[in-house]
């Protein structure tokens, strides 16, 4: 199993670029996140989704939009990028709700910086 | 809205000693607290999650503990190795859409 993979490894966008980040998940999990990683300020929690086609608001959702139209992609889409959104940008999965015992399962990673 | 401190951002030691982490919390109605490592450029792996019921977890030469009426959880790391070296984040999670990560404590064991 490839686990979870990300998809580019880094980009850089000039300020008003569109891109999508796509997470792609191989162990039928049921839940998808997407995270932000900013020095200083540990990870916070954009958008997530609890199964094929449904979506809900994280802590940090504004300028981004995601979905997921199939269950094991999860897309996380940038219609206009600021320089504000230069992060890392981290996808998970899990199989149940993290509140249980079951954990999440960390991508590798999406390096952004916006000029 | 829950904050998670991480202290100390930053620790270097000498391969073979025994270090403690610190995560603390300020909203204690937790479900969970879980403990990740961090490698450069990498993900994130859990390492030990604490149910909101249980004081502690053990894996290995890690164990990790949780006071929620204190806020406050500690990751011991027994018998340091150099493969230690790496980032250390507690996750403080809420309710299912709250999760809340500290900064991270960044680890360097020295051979």
């Known amino acids: 199993n490839a686990g979870v993979t990300q998809t580019p490894k880094f980009r850089v966008l000039k300020t008003g670029q569109s891109m999508t980040l796509l997470c792609a998940q191989d162990m039928n999990h049921e839940y998808m996140y997407w995270y932000r990683q900013d020095p200083g300020m540990g990870l916070r929690l954009i958008h997530y989704s609890v199964g094929e086609g449904t979506t809900a608001k994280g802590e940090v959702p504004d300028g981004y939009n995601v979905s997921r139209l199939k269950k094991q992609n999860f897309l996380l889409g940038l219609e206009s990028a600021a320089p504000s959104q230069t992060s890392v940008y981290f996808c998970?999965?899990?199989?149940?709700?993290?509140?249980?015992?079951?954990?999440?399962?960390f991508g590798p990673g999406t390096r952004l910086l916006v000029l | 809205k829950q904050e998670v401190t991480q202290i100390p951002a930053a620790l270097s030691v000498p391969e073979g000693e025994n270090l403690v982490l610190n995560c603390s919390f300020t909203?204690?109605?937790?479900?969970?607290l879980q403990w990740f490592r961090q490698d450069p450029g990498k993900g994130l792996t859990s390492l030990l999650l604490?149910?909101?019921?249980?004081r502690e977890q053990t894996s290995g030469r890690l164990n990790a503990s949780l006071d929620k009426s204190s806020g406050r959880s500690t990751l011991y790391i027994a018998a340091s190795q150099p493969g230690d070296s790496a980032t250390y984040l507690c996750?403080?999670?809420?309710?299912?859409?709250?999760?809340?990560f500290g900064s991270g404590t960044k680890l360097n064991v020295k051979p």
């Open positions: 909203d204690s109605a937790i479900y969970n």
């Open positions: 998970a999965s899990s199989y149940r709700l993290v509140s249980e015992e079951e954990t999440q399962y």
């Open positions: 996750a403080v999670i809420y309710n299912f859409n709250k999760f809340y």
């Open positions: 604490i149910q909101s019921s249980q």
